[in-house]
């Protein structure tokens, strides 16, 4: 069983940044395939990037360029560094753990464990 917490969500003006943070619990020595997804509303929750246990990233399309993914083994931590916010990343942005396929952005990807999420309002 893991537990996500996520944390670092608000409001931030057009152009601002914030960083997302997941504490996760493991029970084992297993470093999970891991990545945050968003829900903007009135659309479908949707996978904006995703690092394996090597540190190996996949990024949408739609934040690439502006979100970094990382993580932290030792203090079992995932972040998710945000800039160049704009209104249009309004969501609920959940922390994912145990992704398979790893990588895989689109189409059927099953997580195992998730986060209760943290909003995340762009204001222009």
């Known amino acids: 069983q893991v537990h996500l917490v996520e944390s670092g969500g608000g409001s931030v003006q057009s152009g601002g940044s914030l960083r997302l943070s997941c504490q996760h619990s493991e029970y084992s020595d297993r470093k999970y395939c891991m990545g945050w997804f968003r829900h903007p509303p009135e659309k479908e929750r949707e996978a904006i990037a995703i690092i394996d246990s090597d540190g190996g990233t996949n990024y949408a399309d739609s934040v690439k360029g502006r979100f970094t993914i990382s993580r932290d083994n030792t203090a079992n931590t995932l972040y998710l560094q945000m800039d160049s916010l704009k209104p249009e990343d309004t969501a609920m942005y959940y922390c994912?753990?145990?992704?398979?396929?790893?990588?895989?952005?689109?189409?059927?990807?099953?997580?195992?464990?998730w986060g209760k999420g943290t909003q995340i309002t762009g204001e222009s």
């Open positions: 994912a753990a145990d992704i398979a396929p790893c990588g895989k952005l689109t189409g059927d990807v099953k997580v195992d464990y």
